[in-house]
Protein backbone atom coordinates (compact mmCIF):
# COMPACT_ATOMS: atom_id res chain seq x y z
CA UNK A 1 0.00 0.00 0.00
CA UNK A 2 1.12 3.45 -0.59
CA UNK A 3 1.47 6.20 2.05
CA UNK A 4 3.70 6.36 5.27
CA UNK A 5 2.96 4.67 8.97
CA UNK A 6 3.96 7.67 11.28
CA UNK A 7 5.99 7.19 14.47
CA UNK A 8 6.62 10.41 16.41
CA UNK A 9 8.34 12.10 14.36
CA UNK A 10 9.62 9.26 11.65
CA UNK A 11 7.55 8.89 8.26
CA UNK A 12 8.51 5.68 7.48
CA UNK A 13 7.46 5.10 3.42
CA UNK A 14 4.95 1.91 2.83
CA UNK A 15 5.93 2.42 -0.86
CA UNK A 16 8.29 -0.94 0.10
CA UNK A 17 7.49 -3.85 2.68
CA UNK A 18 8.86 -2.10 6.17
CA UNK A 19 11.12 -4.61 8.22
CA UNK A 20 10.67 -4.76 11.90
CA UNK A 21 13.80 -6.76 13.71
CA UNK A 22 12.73 -8.91 16.80
CA UNK A 23 15.13 -8.15 19.56
CA UNK A 24 14.20 -10.20 22.95
CA UNK A 25 15.76 -9.01 25.77
CA UNK A 26 14.56 -12.09 27.68
CA UNK A 27 15.48 -15.25 29.44
CA UNK A 28 13.29 -17.60 28.09
CA UNK A 29 12.00 -16.82 24.52
CA UNK A 30 10.85 -19.59 22.01
CA UNK A 31 14.22 -18.87 20.13
CA UNK A 32 16.56 -16.60 21.32
CA UNK A 33 15.70 -16.28 25.21
CA UNK A 34 18.79 -15.45 27.32
CA UNK A 35 21.05 -15.04 23.72
CA UNK A 36 20.49 -10.83 24.61
CA UNK A 37 19.60 -10.48 28.21
CA UNK A 38 23.33 -8.25 28.64
CA UNK A 39 22.97 -4.77 27.79
CA UNK A 40 26.59 -4.12 25.46
CA UNK A 41 25.18 -7.08 23.63
CA UNK A 42 21.12 -6.33 23.00
CA UNK A 43 22.52 -3.16 21.72
CA UNK A 44 24.88 -4.23 19.54
CA UNK A 45 22.51 -6.70 18.18
CA UNK A 46 19.80 -4.01 17.67
CA UNK A 47 22.31 -2.13 15.32
CA UNK A 48 23.49 -5.10 13.42
CA UNK A 49 20.26 -5.66 12.32
CA UNK A 50 19.69 -1.85 11.28
CA UNK A 51 22.86 -2.07 9.10
CA UNK A 52 21.42 -5.03 7.77
CA UNK A 53 17.92 -3.24 6.96
CA UNK A 54 16.01 -3.40 9.45
CA UNK A 55 13.59 -0.53 9.61
CA UNK A 56 12.41 -0.68 13.79
CA UNK A 57 13.72 -2.60 16.28
CA UNK A 58 11.26 -4.38 18.10
CA UNK A 59 12.44 -4.66 22.11
CA UNK A 60 10.50 -7.04 23.94
CA UNK A 61 11.20 -7.41 28.12
CA UNK A 62 8.36 -10.37 28.16
CA UNK A 63 7.89 -13.52 26.41
CA UNK A 64 4.26 -14.35 25.22
CA UNK A 65 4.96 -17.42 23.26
CA UNK A 66 2.50 -20.29 24.39
CA UNK A 67 1.98 -20.55 28.16
CA UNK A 68 4.61 -17.79 29.23
CA UNK A 69 4.17 -16.58 32.48
CA UNK A 70 3.61 -13.10 33.25
CA UNK A 71 6.40 -10.82 34.42
CA UNK A 72 6.31 -7.99 36.91
CA UNK A 73 6.19 -4.65 35.48
CA UNK A 74 9.39 -3.46 36.89
CA UNK A 75 11.41 -6.60 36.32
CA UNK A 76 9.86 -6.00 32.24
CA UNK A 77 11.22 -1.80 32.60
CA UNK A 78 14.49 -2.78 34.37
CA UNK A 79 15.07 -5.69 31.07
CA UNK A 80 14.05 -2.98 28.49
CA UNK A 81 13.98 0.75 28.67
CA UNK A 82 18.11 0.91 29.52
CA UNK A 83 17.90 -1.12 25.79
CA UNK A 84 15.51 1.18 24.40
CA UNK A 85 17.46 4.33 25.59
CA UNK A 86 20.60 3.09 24.00
CA UNK A 87 19.49 2.43 20.69
CA UNK A 88 17.41 5.41 20.55
CA UNK A 89 20.76 7.57 21.03
CA UNK A 90 22.21 5.84 18.14
CA UNK A 91 19.44 7.35 15.73
CA UNK A 92 17.50 3.70 15.64
CA UNK A 93 13.80 3.73 15.27
CA UNK A 94 12.90 1.93 18.58
CA UNK A 95 9.23 -0.26 19.47
CA UNK A 96 8.32 -1.51 22.26
CA UNK A 97 7.00 -4.80 22.67
CA UNK A 98 4.89 -4.69 25.33
CA UNK A 99 1.04 -5.30 26.40
CA UNK A 100 1.55 -3.06 29.66
CA UNK A 101 0.79 0.70 29.75
CA UNK A 102 3.16 1.54 32.52
CA UNK A 103 5.81 -0.64 30.48
CA UNK A 104 4.94 1.20 27.38
CA UNK A 105 4.93 4.67 29.40
CA UNK A 106 8.35 4.41 30.61
CA UNK A 107 10.13 3.12 26.56
CA UNK A 108 8.07 6.15 25.00
CA UNK A 109 9.42 8.54 27.76
CA UNK A 110 12.72 6.65 26.69
CA UNK A 111 12.47 7.40 23.30
CA UNK A 112 10.48 4.66 21.71
CA UNK A 113 8.63 5.44 18.44
CA UNK A 114 6.57 2.50 18.18
CA UNK A 115 4.00 0.50 20.70
CA UNK A 116 3.46 -2.65 19.62
CA UNK A 117 0.88 -4.31 21.87
CA UNK A 118 -0.58 -8.11 21.68
CA UNK A 119 -3.49 -7.56 23.52
CA UNK A 120 -4.76 -4.23 21.56
CA UNK A 121 -5.08 -2.31 24.87
CA UNK A 122 -6.93 -5.48 26.18
CA UNK A 123 -4.64 -6.26 28.85
CA UNK A 124 -5.43 -6.33 32.26
CA UNK A 125 -3.21 -6.76 35.41
CA UNK A 126 -4.35 -9.88 37.50
CA UNK A 127 -5.58 -8.40 40.53
CA UNK A 128 -6.73 -4.79 38.53
CA UNK A 129 -9.44 -3.42 40.51
CA UNK A 130 -11.08 -0.28 38.39
CA UNK A 131 -10.17 1.10 34.89
CA UNK A 132 -6.97 1.77 34.02
CA UNK A 133 -7.90 3.95 30.80
CA UNK A 134 -5.47 6.63 32.39
CA UNK A 135 -2.54 4.50 31.40
CA UNK A 136 -4.00 2.31 28.79
CA UNK A 137 -1.22 1.37 26.34
CA UNK A 138 -3.54 3.44 23.45
CA UNK A 139 -3.70 6.29 25.47
CA UNK A 140 0.30 6.33 25.68
CA UNK A 141 0.42 5.93 22.12
CA UNK A 142 -1.55 8.61 21.41
CA UNK A 143 -0.24 10.97 23.79
CA UNK A 144 3.12 11.29 21.87
CA UNK A 145 1.90 10.10 18.22
CA UNK A 146 3.69 7.07 18.43
CA UNK A 147 2.93 3.92 15.65
CA UNK A 148 0.81 1.86 17.07
CA UNK A 149 0.68 -2.28 16.36
CA UNK A 150 -3.01 -3.67 17.53
CA UNK A 151 -2.87 -7.44 17.58
CA UNK A 152 -5.47 -10.18 17.59
CA UNK A 153 -4.75 -12.84 20.52
CA UNK A 154 -6.87 -15.10 21.96
CA UNK A 155 -6.61 -15.44 25.96
CA UNK A 156 -3.53 -15.02 27.40
CA UNK A 157 0.01 -16.04 26.41
CA UNK A 158 -0.43 -18.84 29.25
CA UNK A 159 -3.29 -20.01 27.85
CA UNK A 160 -4.43 -19.05 24.49
CA UNK A 161 -3.32 -22.53 22.83
CA UNK A 162 -5.51 -24.60 24.78
CA UNK A 163 -8.46 -25.58 22.16
CA UNK A 164 -8.58 -22.13 20.13
CA UNK A 165 -12.28 -22.16 18.28
CA UNK A 166 -13.76 -19.58 16.48
CA UNK A 167 -16.76 -19.58 13.96
CA UNK A 168 -14.60 -17.80 10.75
CA UNK A 169 -11.29 -17.08 11.77
CA UNK A 170 -10.39 -14.35 9.40
CA UNK A 171 -14.24 -12.66 10.14
CA UNK A 172 -13.40 -12.95 13.72
CA UNK A 173 -10.26 -11.11 13.47
CA UNK A 174 -11.39 -8.85 10.97
CA UNK A 175 -14.15 -7.50 13.17
CA UNK A 176 -11.82 -7.62 16.17
CA UNK A 177 -9.03 -5.23 14.59
CA UNK A 178 -11.86 -3.24 13.34
CA UNK A 179 -13.13 -2.73 16.69
CA UNK A 180 -9.60 -2.34 18.18
CA UNK A 181 -8.64 0.48 15.90
CA UNK A 182 -12.30 1.99 16.78
CA UNK A 183 -10.85 1.69 20.53
CA UNK A 184 -7.65 3.41 19.50
CA UNK A 185 -9.17 6.81 17.02
CA UNK A 186 -11.60 7.17 20.77
CA UNK A 187 -7.95 7.70 22.71
CA UNK A 188 -6.94 10.02 19.68
CA UNK A 189 -4.59 7.75 17.76
CA UNK A 190 -4.40 8.60 14.36
CA UNK A 191 -4.90 6.82 11.38
CA UNK A 192 -1.52 7.20 10.25
CA UNK A 193 0.04 5.95 13.46
CA UNK A 194 -1.94 2.44 13.65
CA UNK A 195 -1.14 -0.82 11.72
CA UNK A 196 -2.79 -4.31 12.84
CA UNK A 197 -1.71 -8.00 12.98
CA UNK A 198 -3.74 -11.00 12.96
CA UNK A 199 -1.29 -12.42 15.84
CA UNK A 200 -0.01 -15.67 13.75
CA UNK A 201 0.44 -18.16 16.18
CA UNK A 202 -1.58 -16.51 18.95
CA UNK A 203 -4.27 -18.68 20.01
CA UNK A 204 -4.34 -20.46 16.92
CA UNK A 205 -4.26 -23.76 14.98
CA UNK A 206 -2.20 -24.58 12.40
CA UNK A 207 -5.45 -24.19 10.20
CA UNK A 208 -6.33 -20.81 11.45
CA UNK A 209 -2.67 -19.41 10.94
CA UNK A 210 -2.77 -20.59 7.26
CA UNK A 211 -6.57 -19.43 6.52
CA UNK A 212 -5.27 -15.87 7.86
CA UNK A 213 -2.25 -16.05 5.85
CA UNK A 214 -4.08 -17.08 2.97
CA UNK A 215 -6.74 -13.94 3.30
CA UNK A 216 -4.54 -11.51 4.09
CA UNK A 217 -5.62 -9.16 1.55
CA UNK A 218 -8.88 -8.82 3.70
CA UNK A 219 -7.33 -7.71 6.21
CA UNK A 220 -5.71 -4.92 4.04
CA UNK A 221 -8.84 -4.10 3.10
CA UNK A 222 -9.11 -2.16 6.33
CA UNK A 223 -6.64 0.69 4.61
CA UNK A 224 -4.31 0.37 7.34
CA UNK A 225 -0.97 -0.97 7.30
CA UNK A 226 -0.72 -5.23 8.34
CA UNK A 227 1.92 -6.69 10.42
CA UNK A 228 2.57 -10.45 10.01
CA UNK A 229 5.07 -12.16 11.99
CA UNK A 230 5.73 -16.25 11.54
CA UNK A 231 9.72 -16.03 12.36
CA UNK A 232 10.31 -19.20 13.58
CA UNK A 233 6.79 -20.01 14.72
CA UNK A 234 6.08 -23.42 16.21
CA UNK A 235 3.21 -23.39 13.90
CA UNK A 236 6.33 -24.92 11.39
CA UNK A 237 6.21 -27.69 13.88
CA UNK A 238 3.43 -29.25 13.69
CA UNK A 239 3.63 -28.47 9.73
CA UNK A 240 7.01 -29.50 8.77
CA UNK A 241 8.37 -31.14 12.27
CA UNK A 242 11.30 -28.65 12.78
CA UNK A 243 13.14 -27.50 15.31
CA UNK A 244 13.15 -23.49 15.99
CA UNK A 245 17.04 -23.76 14.81
CA UNK A 246 15.98 -25.08 11.55
CA UNK A 247 12.62 -22.62 10.51
CA UNK A 248 14.98 -20.41 8.31
CA UNK A 249 13.22 -20.98 5.12
CA UNK A 250 10.06 -21.60 5.79
CA UNK A 251 9.70 -18.40 8.10
CA UNK A 252 11.13 -16.66 4.75
CA UNK A 253 8.49 -18.59 2.89
CA UNK A 254 5.78 -17.29 5.07
CA UNK A 255 7.09 -13.68 4.80
CA UNK A 256 7.30 -13.17 1.12
CA UNK A 257 3.80 -14.92 0.58
CA UNK A 258 2.47 -12.38 3.64
CA UNK A 259 3.91 -9.70 1.31
CA UNK A 260 2.30 -10.71 -2.00
CA UNK A 261 -1.10 -11.27 -0.18
CA UNK A 262 -0.94 -7.23 1.21
CA UNK A 263 1.14 -7.63 4.58
CA UNK A 264 3.32 -4.20 4.93
CA UNK A 265 5.41 -4.89 7.52
CA UNK A 266 7.72 -8.14 8.40
CA UNK A 267 8.50 -8.64 11.63
CA UNK A 268 11.78 -11.06 11.85
CA UNK A 269 14.56 -12.58 13.54
CA UNK A 270 16.90 -13.23 10.62
CA UNK A 271 16.71 -9.32 9.51
CA UNK A 272 19.56 -10.14 6.62
CA UNK A 273 18.09 -13.12 5.11
CA UNK A 274 13.96 -11.05 5.42
CA UNK A 275 15.04 -8.04 3.98
CA UNK A 276 16.48 -9.82 0.61
CA UNK A 277 13.43 -11.94 0.76
CA UNK A 278 11.04 -9.17 1.06
CA UNK A 279 12.81 -7.06 -1.42
CA UNK A 280 11.92 -9.58 -4.04
CA UNK A 281 8.59 -9.91 -3.24
CA UNK A 282 8.29 -6.03 -3.60
CA UNK A 283 9.59 -6.76 -7.12
CA UNK A 284 7.25 -8.84 -7.93
CA UNK A 285 4.46 -7.04 -6.89
CA UNK A 286 5.21 -4.28 -8.91
CA UNK A 287 5.31 -6.50 -12.21
CA UNK A 288 2.21 -5.84 -13.68
CA UNK A 289 3.66 -2.26 -14.19
CA UNK A 290 6.57 -2.86 -15.52
CA UNK A 291 7.89 -2.52 -18.88
CA UNK A 292 8.98 -6.09 -20.77
CA UNK A 293 12.24 -4.23 -20.53
CA UNK A 294 12.68 -2.93 -16.93
Not at 97 to 114: F, H, I, L, S
Not at 148 to 175: C, F, I, K, N, W
Not at 268 to 281: G, I, K, L, N, Q
Amino acid sequence: MAGIWRCRSRRLPLDRTLVMGVLNVTPDSFYDGGRYSDLARAVGHGLAMVEAGADVVDVGGESTRPGAATVPDSEEIRRTVPVVERLVAEGVCVSIDTRKPVVAREAVEAGAAVVNDVSAGLYVRPGQVGDDRGLATLRVAAREGCGLVLMHMRGEPATMQEGPSYDDVVADVRGFLEERVRAARLEGCEPETIAVDPGIGFGKTLGHNLSLLGCLDELAELGLPVLVGTSRKSMFAHLLDLPASDRLVPSLATAVTAVLLGASIVRTHDVPETVAAVRWADDLRLLPSLSPDA
